[in-house]
C-alpha cells in the first residue's frame, strides 16, 4: 500500500504542478462567476440560474479535466520514459496503475472541491443556500469523473492521448445519451443493429444516473430544485460506479500486465 | 548501514552467477498487429498477409551468457545490436518471445529479482518537475526503504554522485551530466547487489566520465555485481572484467579483457632511434609495414625471423633500439572484426570498386 500511495502522491503533485489544468479551472470559475450576469437577465430566478450554471460548470470542467488528466496518466509516462525506471522497482505493475487512478481520483477531488466552494461562494453572495441536495448533486458528478477517469486510464494503457481522448469523450457522450439511446433501440428494424446497440450499450456506462437533475429517475420526475434523490439512491449510484470503474480497471491492468515498454 | 537479509545472505555465499541468459529471441512487431500472440500465430499461419499487415524485427537472436559474482560485465555492441533489448528483457520492461533469463535464480520482472537490482536507463529522464531530494524519496518509498532511514541515506547518495549543490534545484534545470548522476543515484539507493547500466557513460564529458567511472569502480570493490552496455570503447577497456560483443541481435564474443586483447601470433612492434636518413633508408628497404614518428620510426614485424633480421640490420647501421613488445590489437579493431563491420566496409568498398570499373 505504501508504494501505491507514493505513486498515487507523485501522481497528485504532477498534476498540481501541470499549469494547464490552471487554465481549465480559471474557465470554470469564470463560467461559474458569469452565472450571476446571466442570473440578473433572468426574472426573479436568479438563484435557480445560478444553481443550474453552477452544477453544468463543475460537472462540465471535471469532465474535461478526468479526461485531460487520465488519458495522459499512461503515456506521458511512456513517452517521457520515466516508465524505465519505475516498473524495474520491487513494484507490481498493477500497483503502478492504481497509484496513478489514486493519484487522478485526489486531484479530482481537490479540483471539484474547489469549484463547488466557488459556486456555493457565488450562490451565498447573490442570496442563496448551500443546500443538502447541491452537495448530493456534486458528489454524483465526482463519481461520474472517478468512471470516466477509470476508462481514459484503460484507454492510455494502450493507444495515444488523442485516440483515448477521442474514445473517452465518445463512452461519455454515449453514456450520458444511455435512455435515449435505450428508448429507440426498439424501433430499430435490422435484428442485428439492434443487438450490436445492446451490446455496446452493456459495456458503456449509464452516465445518467449520475446526472440526475431534470430527469426521471424509477418514473418520478426529480430536480435540485423540487425532489430530489436520497441518500440510498447515491449509495446505489456510487456503488454502481465503483463497480464499474473496478472491472474497467481490472481490464486496464490485464493490458499492462503483458505490454512490452519499447 | 544496511542490513543483510537471510537470502541475501546466502546469494553471497551460494552460486556463481548472478544472470544467466539462455537462448533469448526477441522480435518486434510494428504495424497494424502490434500484439505478440496474435501476430505470431498470424505470422506462423498466413505469413503473407502478416507481412502485409506488419513488421517484425528480430531484436535478438538466441543469446545466451552468464554475469558472474562481483565482476564488472561490459555488454558491447554498436546501436541496434540488441543490448538495450536484453537489458529491458532482464529488467522486466519487455517479454523474450523464446528462452530463459534468470536474475538471482528469479524471473526477470519478480519482486525477488528487482529488490536485489539497480536500473539504470539509457538517456534517463525522470520526473522534471520533482527536485533532487523529492524524486529520491519517492524512490526511496518505492524502494520499501523505511522513512525513518530515508533522509540520512538520501543525503549519503546525493553526496555519493556529487549532487549535494543541487539538491533544491528542479530536475528540468540540470544538465545531461547532472541527469545522468541522478540516475545512478536512484539505481543505487536501495544498496542492490546487481546493478545494470545501460549506457551510463554516453553523453558525458570527459570529468564526468572519470566520475561515473570511478563509481563504478567503487561499487565493484563493495562486492557488487555491475552489468553495463556501451559502445564507448575506451571506457569499457577500463572498466570491465569480461565482456561480451553483440552484433544484430546475436552474440560474437564473450571472454575476459585479457583475453581478448590477447594476439598470440607473435606479431611485434619495434620502435628504432638513430640517424634520419638511415633510418629513410630502412623504412625503404624494409619488406614489412613501418612508418616514421618524428625522430624515431616504428616496425611491424609478423614473425620472430623477420624480427631478428630486422634487429640485426639496425644493430649493423648503428640505431638503437628504443622499444621491443608484443603488438596487442587495440579493443576497436577487435570490436570491429567481431561485429562484422570490418568485412561489411571491405565488401562495400570492393563493390563500389567494382561498380567504378564496370562504369569506366
Known amino acids: 500500500m505504501r508504494k501505491i500511495s507514493a505513486i498515487a502522491v507523485n501522481t497528485f503533485r ?50 474535461l479535466i478526468a479526461v485531460f488528466v487520465g488519458v495522459n496518466l499512461v503515456y506521458k509516462e511512456l513517452e517521457r520514459k520515466t516508465v524505465f525506471f519505475i516498473i524495474p522497482k520491487p513494484i507490481y505493475r498493477w500497483e503502478f496503475l492504481w497509484g496513478k487512478l489514486i493519484g487522478t481520483s485526489l486531484t479530482l477531488a481537490v479540483l471539484v472541491g474547489f469549484m463547488a466552494l466557488v459556486f456555493f461562494g457565488v450562490l451565498m453572495i447573490m442570496g442563496g443556500a448551500v443546500r443538502v441536495v447541491l452537495l448530493k448533486a456534486i458528489w454524483l458528478y465526482y463519481v461520474e469523473v472517478l468512471v470516466i477517469s477509470t476508462v481514459a486510464l484503460f484507454f492510455s494503457s494502450f493507444s495515444s492521448p488523442f485516440l483515448s ?58 430536480s435540485i430544485h423540487g425532489e430530489f434523490v436520497t441518500w440510498l439512491y447515491v449509495g446505489k449510484a456510487t456503488a454502481y460506479g465503483l463497480i464499474y470503474g473496478g472491472i474497467v480497471m481490472f481490464l486496464a491492468m490485464v493490458v499492462f500486465r503483458r505490454r512490452d515498454f519499447v | 548501514m544496511i542490513s543483510v537479509t537471510p537470502a541475501q545472505k546466502s546469494e553471497k555465499e551460494g552460486s556463481e552467477n548472478i544472470i544467466n541468459v539462455n537462448n533469448l ?12 500472440r496474435v501476430s505470431r500465430v498470424l505470422w506462423k499461419t498466413w505469413p503473407r498477409g502478416a507481412k502485409v499487415l506488419s513488421n517484425r524485427v528480430e531484436a535478438v537472436k538466441g543469446l545466451s551468457f552468464s554475469v558472474r559474482r562481483g565482476e564488472i560485465f561490459g555488454l558491447l555492441g554498436p546501436n541496434g545490436a540488441g543490448k538495450t533489448t536484453t537489458l529491458k528483457i532482464m529488467m522486466g520492461l519487455i517479454f523474450q518471445d523464446k528462452g530463459e533469463i534468470q536474475l538471482f535464480g528469479h524471473k526477470p520482472g519478480s519482486l525477488q529479482a528487482k529488490k536485489r537490482t539497480g536500473f539504470l536507463p539509457e538517456n534517463p529522464y525522470f520526473y522534471d518537475y520533482l527536485r533532487a531530494e523529492e524524486f529520491l524519496s519517492l524512490v526511496a518509498a518505492l524502494t520499501g526503504i523505511p522513512r525513518r532511514e530515508r533522509k540520512k541515506r538520501i543525503h549519503e547518495m ?93 552474440l560474437r564474443h564473450i571472454g575476459s579483457l585479457d583475453e581478448l586483447l590477447k594476439d598470440d601470433s607473435g606479431t611485434m612492434e619495434m620502435v628504432l632511434n638513430g640517424k634520419k636518413e638511415v633510418l629513410d633508408e630502412l623504412l625503404e628497404k624494409w619488406e614489412g609495414s613501418g612508418e616514421r614518428i618524428g625522430e624515431k620510426a616504428r616496425f611491424i614485424t609478423e614473425s620472430a625471423e623477420e624480427k ?48 567504378d570499373e564496370k562504369e569506366e
Open chain 2, 158 to 250: 546525493l553526496k555519493r554522485v556529487g549532487l549535494e549543490e543541487a539538491v533544491d534545484r528542479p530536475l528540468r534545470k540540470y544538465s545531461k551530466g547532472m541527469l545522468q548522476r541522478i540516475g545512478l543515484a536512484q539505481a543505487l539507493l536501495c544498496d542492490p547487489l546487481l546493478v545494470v547500466l545501460d549506457e551510463p557513460l554516453s553523453g558525458l564529458d570527459p570529468v564526468g566520465r572519470k566520475e561515473i567511472r570511478d563509481i563504478i569502480r567503487g561499487l565493484k570493490k563493495e562486492g557488487k555485481t555491475v552489468l553495463f552496455s556501451s559502445h564507448i570503447l575506451s571506457d569499457v577497456e577500463m572498466l570491465c572484467d569480461r565482456v561480451a560483443i553483440m552484433s544484430k541481435g546475436s
Open chain 1, 165 to 222: 481522448g477521442l474514445f473517452t469523450i465518445l463512452v461519455f457522450v454515449v453514456g450520458r445519451l444511455t435512455p435515449d439511446i435505450e428508448m429507440f433501440i426498439p424501433r430499430m428494424g435490422d435484428e442485428w443493429l439492434k443487438t450490436f446497440t445492446q451490446a455496446v450499450m452493456y459495456c458503456i456506462p449509464d452516465l445518467n444516473l449520475f446526472n440526475v437533475s431534470g430527469a426521471l429517475v424509477a418514473g418520478e420526475w426529480v
Open chain 2, 25 to 36: 529471441h526477441k522480435t518486434f512487431v510494428t504495424g497494424f498487429l502490434p500484439y505478440g
Open chain 2, 308 to 355: 631478428d633480421r630486422l634487429l640485426k640490420k639496425a644493430l649493423e647501421k648503428g640505431l638503437s633500439l628504443e622499444s621491443l613488445a608484443p603488438r596487442r590489437s587495440s579493443l576497436e579493431e577487435i570490436f570491429m572484426s567481431k561485429t562484422g563491420t570490418i568485412d561489411e566496409k571491405r565488401s562495400g568498398e570492393s563493390q563500389s570498386k567494382k561498380k
Open chain 1, 14 to 63: 504532477e498534476a498540481i504542478r501541470n499549469k494547464i489544468l490552471y487554465a481549465l479551472l480559471f474557465f470554470a470559475v469564470a463560467l461559474i462567476m458569469a452565472s450571476i450576469v446571466v442570473a440578473r437577465l433572468s426574472l426573479h430566478e436568479e438563484i435557480r440560474v445560478i444553481e443550474d450554471l453552477g452544477l453544468a460548470a463543475t460537472s462540465l470542467f471535471s469532465v
